[in-house]
């Protein structure tokens, strides 16, 4: 279920002003920033997967860059080359890295910044015709008007951190309780983040089970 800027700001104005009227002038925009930033705490608290996304360069910049999108935070996989087999995928290294490695080795590498944009740099050159594929985190998306969605799968976090951080500048001693009920959700939304689903291996991998050995047998 998605959940829109305008059900945070409805649920807490049913606290903070006892109606449920929208919120003009000042107050929207204040409450809207902060919706804004109790996102990015969210974001930054663990690598969700709401937060993940794939990508295919569908333009090479050249034969050894990519660009890669306006929201990219980190690759969450090695760079696959959907044509070649896995051995020959990318594996991404620390820049200075590529100095130590032959010419001939596959790698890549993200360079640039967060506030001018960042590229992949791919070695060896591409040859035309590549199809790549990969996985990065990104940054969530800014909020902006009333009508934009929230990123983070629990709305309750972004209303209780925003109520708590309003009742705070009012000095209103309830604010610790509602930090309190935030922290929780937070926490609740990372315990269920590593929680295998029903459908998967639960057991824990060890090393007689990869090397497919019974205990008991010669």
Wanted: glycine share 4%; net charge negative; with cysteine.
């Amino acid at each position: 279920m998605t959940t829109t800027v305008n059900t945070v700001l409805t649920d807490i104005a049913a606290t903070i002003d006892q109606d449920t009227s929208a919120v003009s002038g000042t107050d929207l925009l204040v409450r809207v920033n902060l919706i804004n930033q109790a996102q990015r705490e969210w974001a930054e608290a663990y690598q969700w997967k709401d937060l993940r996304f794939r990508y295919a360069p569908s333009t090479i910049l050249s034969a050894f860059s990519a660009a890669l999108p306006t929201n990219f935070k980190k690759l969450m996989s090695p760079v696959y080359d959907v044509v070649l087999s896995s051995a020959n995928n990318y594996i991404e290294i620390n820049p200075s890295d590529r100095f130590l490695k032959d010419s001939t080795q596959r790698y890549v590498y993200v360079q640039g910044t967060s506030a001018d944009g960042y590229s992949l740099c791919i070695n060896p050159a591409l040859l035309s015709g590549v199809s790549l594929n990969l996985e990065y985190q990104a940054y969530p998306s800014s909020l902006a008007t009333t009508i934009d969605t929230i990123s983070c799968p629990n709305p309750q976090f972004i209303t209780y951190r925003v109520l708590g951080q309003i009742l705070a500048a009012r000095s209103d001693e309830r604010f610790p309780q509602f930090k309190q009920y935030a922290d929780e959700q937070l926490s609740n939304m990372v315990e269920e983040e590593i929680t295998p689903s029903g459908g998967q291996d639960n057991q824990t991998p060890s090393y007689l089970k990869r090397a497919k050995y019974k205990i008991g047998e010669d």
